[in-house]
């Protein structure tokens, strides 16, 4: 369950896991993204206007070369059912760093359970020394409005290194053709306002 939004101040540091060890030395970037373990989310003010979900992504580089990339958050059922495709530029580096990324969704999201797709390079601009583990798919809850506390707002928006062209999904709030990101495999995990993810296995033949 994502828990109520709270002014950072009022957070707890996020802390890291231990660096992951890598086999040997590849020339090639290598992306992952860790499963998320947590999330926050906030009402609009004033409260029909959209509210805003927080998660913090773990993107990591098991190879070499590359560090900036893109990655795609993309959900069916946010944004009301029309569908949330997103994307944010990122760095990636061999040791754990989390990075606070926001969505806005609509009230009506409020109090429902959804599935969220997050894949690095999501248009496989970056050749990779493994182009079939960028991707993870995981449950969020999401609490019900009337269990937010007063202070849980969203914040106002700024635009940085994260921000990148968002949508609900495309113009005419239409999913891209397929309704998913392109396919890709599982890979390997938290996050603020907080609550629980759980990962959704990767479907067969991904």
């Given amino acids: 369950m994502c828990e109520p939004y709270a002014p950072p101040t009022a957070r707890p540091q996020a802390t890291t896991a231990p660096p992951s060890q890598t086999d040997a030395a590849q020339v090639k970037p290598d992306f992952i993204v860790v499963p998320p373990e947590a999330c926050t989310v906030a009402r609009g003010d004033p409260p029909d206007t959209p509210a805003c979900l927080f998660v913090t992504v773990d993107l990591r580089n098991q190879g070499q070369g590359v560090h900036a990339v893109e990655l795609g958050i993309e959900s069916k059922s946010l944004a ?3 569908g949330l495709s997103e994307k944010k ?21 409020l109090g429902q359970t959804h599935e969220v797709t997050f894949m690095a390079d999501p248009l496989k601009t970056i050749e990779e020394a493994d182009e079939d583990n960028n991707l993870i ?13 007063a202070t849980a707002v969203c914040p106002p928006e700024t635009m940085d290194s994260t921000d990148g062209p968002s949508s609900p999904a495309a ?12 396919e890709g495999g599982g890979s390997d995990g938290s996050s603020s306002p907080a609550g629980s993810t759980e990962t959704v296995p990767a479907a067969e033949g991904q």
């Fill in 80 to 82: 009301a059912k029309v």
């Fill in 89 to 109: 530029t990122l760095e990636a580096g061999e040791e754990p760093k989390l990075t606070e990324v926001r969505v806005n969704i609509q009230p009506d999201d």
């Fill in 137 to 149: 798919t995981v449950k969020i809850t999401l609490p019900t409005a009337d269990t937010l506390p």
């Fill in 171 to 182: 113009e005419g709030g239409q999913l891209p053709e397929g309704g998913q990101l392109p």
